[in-house]
């Protein structure tokens, strides 16, 4: 009897939580744009790769039999001083178009906050129709604008009495059509990134900028420690988003000058286009635009990681 008293007692362990069981039914659903995403973006990127590191010229397109030839492309490439020129010159037209764009978007939106409701709509409605003009269309344009013959912008510099600009051929000159890519361009981005900074500015409190009022600011000072500071990352989003865009112009710098005259307006994806197209060696031009890749990412990261910091401190 003691024996039995003295023996504890054992209760049962308590059974396992049951996992409960994750549904089939959202992943299903999404599966067909999950796998037409990776075939419209990761193919061809895997592709390209495989290309580049590859000896694809004409005669491997129509034979087929393009062998391995691994960083031949790169180190060829990356040698030629040609490539570098053309990358100086990507990075300089990226530079003048993100700052144009983030100035000018900036000051627009500004505008459209303090405009009054029917103002702000026919604004906006302009800024809408720009956006959704075609790219094709509007490099069209563009190239009637700045006609020898027939073009506005001579006729209306004749007419307030610049006698040189008659008959001036404005894409016979470097520098010229340069400009008037970088005018095209920046017309084209104002409006996605003006619309989204006004979309978030209005939703900056009020109450801080009247306490700005109060307080004397100047119209420099309340958007340099209120408005920028408070949206600090979207500024920092549209920027890497202009970035990108302007990187990658091709449609318009093509239209117009096709790289020329001579190599003033030849960024990367011309030049890598001309490459695969004109030499017919694919992948060198693969090897170009993956270089275009990634030297994107870099900055990108280093962007990001800048940004990062600075909101980390904030």
Same mark, same amino acid.
């Given at each position: 009897?003691?024996?039995?008293? $003295?023996?504890?007692?054992?209760?049962?362990?308590?059974?396992?939580?049951?996992?409960?069981?994750?549904?089939?039914?959202?992943?299903?659903?999404? !599966? =067909?744009?999950?796998?037409?995403?990776?075939?419209?973006?990761?193919?061809?990127?895997?592709?390209?790769?495989?290309?580049?590191?590859?000896?694809? #010229?004409?005669?491997?397109?129509?034979?087929?039999?393009?062998?391995?030839? #691994?960083?031949?492309?790169?180190?060829?490439?990356?040698?030629?001083?040609?490539?570098?020129?053309?990358?100086?010159?990507?990075?300089?037209?990226? %530079?003048?178009?993100?700052?144009?764009?983030?100035?000018?978007?900036?000051?627009? /939106?500004?505008?459209?906050?303090?405009?009054?409701?029917?103002?702000?709509?026919?604004?906006?409605?302009?800024?809408?129709?720009?956006? &959704?003009? =075609?790219?094709? %269309?509007?490099?069209?344009?563009?190239?009637?604008?700045?006609?020898?013959?027939? *073009?506005? @912008?001579?006729? !209306?510099?004749?007419?307030? *009495?610049? $006698?040189?600009?008659?008959?001036?051929?404005?894409?016979?000159?470097?520098?010229?059509?340069? *400009?008037?890519?970088?005018?095209?361009?920046?017309?084209?981005?104002?409006?996605?990134? !003006?619309?989204?900074?006004? &979309? /978030?500015?209005?939703?900056?409190?009020?109450?801080?900028? $009247?306490?700005?009022?109060?307080?004397? %600011?100047?119209?420099?000072?309340? +958007?340099?420690?209120?408005?920028?500071?408070?949206?600090?990352?979207? +500024?920092?989003?549209?920027?890497?988003?202009?970035?990108?865009?302007?990187?990658?112009?091709?449609?318009?710098?093509? @239209?117009?000058?096709?790289?020329?005259?001579?190599? &003033?307006?030849?960024?990367?994806?011309?030049?890598?286009?001309?490459?695969?197209?004109?030499?017919?060696?694919?992948?060198?031009? %693969?090897?170009?635009?993956?270089?275009?890749?990634?030297?994107?990412?870099?900055?990108?990261?280093?962007?990001?990681?800048?940004?990062?910091?600075?909101?980390? $401190? &904030?």
């Amino acid at each position: 009897m003691t024996l039995l008293a $003295e023996r504890p007692v054992q209760t049962p362990a308590p059974a396992p939580p049951r996992r409960r069981k994750r549904p089939v039914l959202p992943y299903l659903l999404i !599966a =067909p744009t999950l796998i037409a995403t990776a075939y419209l973006l990761l193919y061809p990127l895997v592709r390209n790769v495989i290309i580049s590191l590859q000896e694809f #010229g004409l005669p491997q397109l129509v034979r087929g039999d393009a062998k391995f030839i #691994g960083l031949a492309n790169y180190a060829h490439v990356l040698a030629d001083p040609e490539f570098w020129g053309v990358v100086r010159r990507t990075l300089w037209f990226t %530079a003048i178009n993100v700052v144009l764009i983030m100035v000018l978007s900036t000051a627009v /939106a500004l505008l459209l906050v303090r405009l009054n409701r029917w103002l702000r709509l026919l604004v906006m409605g302009g800024l809408v129709l720009t956006w &959704a003009t =075609p790219i094709i %269309a509007a490099t069209t344009v563009f190239q009637w604008l700045f006609q020898s013959r027939l *073009g506005v @912008v001579n006729w !209306a510099l004749v007419s307030l *009495g610049y $006698e040189e600009y008659r008959d001036y051929t404005w894409f016979a000159d470097g520098e010229a059509t340069f *400009g008037i890519l970088v005018t095209l361009i920046v017309w084209q981005s104002i409006p996605f990134a !003006a619309l989204s900074l006004y &979309a /978030a500015m209005i939703t900056v409190p009020q109450e801080l900028y $009247e306490a700005a009022r109060i307080d004397g %600011a100047s119209a420099w000072r309340t +958007f340099s420690t209120i408005t920028f500071p408070m949206l600090r990352a979207m +500024f920092g989003l549209i920027t890497c988003l202009e970035v990108i865009w302007v990187v990658k112009a091709f449609v318009q710098i093509w @239209v117009i000058s096709q790289g020329g005259p001579g190599r &003033a307006t030849t960024t990367l994806p011309v030049y890598a286009f001309q490459t695969a197209q004109s030499l017919q060696r694919y992948d060198l031009g %693969a090897a170009v635009s993956m270089l275009m890749v990634v030297l994107l990412v870099l900055a990108l990261l280093a962007y990001f990681r800048q940004l990062y910091r600075q909101e980390r $401190e &904030a």
